[in-house]
């Protein structure tokens, strides 16, 4: 059995990729699971991403799926654990980061560990415990009106603190930026102090790089993505061209969108005025239950299936925040949601059943919700198309058809992701 050397759990499926595409980057070769595989790894890899579709879910259920995981990954091999959160930090004051933290330390047996969500490559950056989203704060870039996990203070260590039974600390820029052994001193002072859980500032990747070597012994990581950049030099892998490979892309092209973050809302208005072809759902159309939810995925495919071709076709339920608060009044948060995932997640069937090969999911929770439907079990990680998004290949079952597909955080992406994607899968 080939043993894996970093272990890591993905609170979503678009986060998994984020993470995977940040280490396949600095050379390793990663495979990403779907949920909790029931056999061992096959393939020769470096890390397993296991994505969990956790995020928003009870807490106590959160806890029992990231410590399955984390059983599993111990039994392949993995010498660290890196629990895997969103770098705008979505919780609640309930969880689910801080009470997944406390399981996994509780199941690994270690008193400490780190938390940042910084990836300045996305224009995340921590400084003095406190989030940016490119310049601005957190609870000013748009997170504050997340229809599942609003984000309103930008303060990671009271974020943090109501969620863990750990005392939570800080481990702020100006020992960062000395390096490793400042790191490691500052890790023993809060230790003495009874902290388990830093917030790390980190607002460059030369931050990142320096934290790292920091962490080489530590049992448990927790982090967003961006972290990961320098994890892999702890195992001696260093960038290769060889870990990125995929097999070539074939196959009609299609964008499934059901995101309403600002970014993604930018992406669709970008592809739609450029010309794309594209068919909008109006999630108000789904409000009757199964029979509306069936009677909408059916005009999407009778529109989709004769445009299938060359050019992709964008199938979207994006929506501005007062679009979307109105179909929440009506149906409530949690269920507003899963009709447009069941929606799109049944449209995604469809079309992969019609030739569709490279297939674009912008939204974690549409993201999950696909490649469930899809059933595919494994995906291998390939090249970056944008910061934190990397094209990825995967088996559906039962047809057994090997296909391409992007998994986008809402907020990920440049405004002309949708075209560029294809663009750079062709040169992968």
């Not at 272990?7 to 390793?28: E, H």
């Not at 111990?74 to 979505?90: E, L, P």
């Not at 406390?102 to 690994?108: I, Q, T, Y």
């Not at 390096?179 to 500032?201: C, M, Y």
Request: overall charge negative; some cysteine; aromatic content about 6%.
């Amino acid at each position: 059995m080939k043993q894996v050397l970093l272990g890591c759990i993905a609170d979503d499926f678009t986060g998994a990729t984020d993470l995977a595409n940040n280490l396949v980057r600095a050379g390793m070769r990663v495979l990403q699971t779907i949920g909790v595989p029931a056999t061992p790894v096959e393939a020769d890899v470096d890390a397993v991403v296991v994505s969990l579709k956790s995020r928003t879910i009870a807490p106590a259920e959160a806890i029992a799926q990231s410590l399955e995981a984390c059983k599993w990954l111990r039994a392949q091999g993995a010498q660290q654990i890196y629990f895997k959160y969103c770098s705008t930090f979505d919780s609640t004051p309930q969880g689910n980061i801080g009470p997944v933290i406390d399981a996994l330390m509780d199941e690994l047996k270690t008193d400490f560990t780190i938390a940042t969500p910084a990836f300045p490559d996305m224009g995340r950056t921590v400084f003095k415990g406190h989030l940016f989203v490119g310049e601005v704060l957190l609870n000013e870039s748009g997170m504050q009106n997340h229809p599942l996990t609003p984000m309103k203070d930008p303060n990671l260590l009271r974020v943090l603190s109501p969620q863990t039974t750990h005392r939570v600390g800080l481990i702020d820029h100006a020992v960062v930026a000395q390096g490793q052994e400042a790191v490691r001193t500052r890790i023993a002072e809060l230790r003495q102090q009874g902290v388990g859980v830093a917030i790390v500032d980190a607002i460059s990747n030369a931050d990142l790089y320096r934290l790292a070597p920091a962490l080489s012994d530590m049992p448990l990581v927790t982090a967003g993505s961006g972290v990961a950049i320098g994890l892999p030099a702890n195992f001696s892998i260093q960038p290769n061209p060889h870990s990125a490979a995929l097999p070539p892309a074939a196959g009609s092209k299609a964008i499934l969108s059901g995101s309403c973050s600002r970014a993604t809302n930018a992406q669709v208005a970008d592809f739609v005025a450029k010309g794309g072809a594209s068919f909008e759902i109006d999630p108000m159309a789904l409000v009757d239950g199964v029979e509306s939810v069936a009677s909408v995925v059916q005009q999407a495919l009778i529109w989709a299936r004769p445009r299938l071709g060359q050019q992709p076709v964008l199938i979207y339920s994006t929506a501005a925040p007062e679009a979307l608060q109105a179909v929440q009044s009506r149906l409530g948060v949690e269920q507003a949601g899963a009709r447009v995932e069941a929606t799109l997640a049944k449209i995604a069937q469809g079309l992969v059943e019609a030739g569709v090969g490279q297939l674009i999911v912008a939204g974690g929770e549409t993201s999950g919700a696909v490649v469930q439907a899809l059933k595919m079990t494994q995906l291998q990680i390939g090249a970056q198309i944008d910061p934190g998004v990397p094209w990825c290949t995967g088996r559906t079952y039962p047809a057994d058809r090997l296909i391409h597909v992007t998994l986008k955080s809402g907020n990920f992406g440049g405004v002309e992701f949708f075209t560029q994607a294809f663009e750079r899968i062709q040169a992968t």
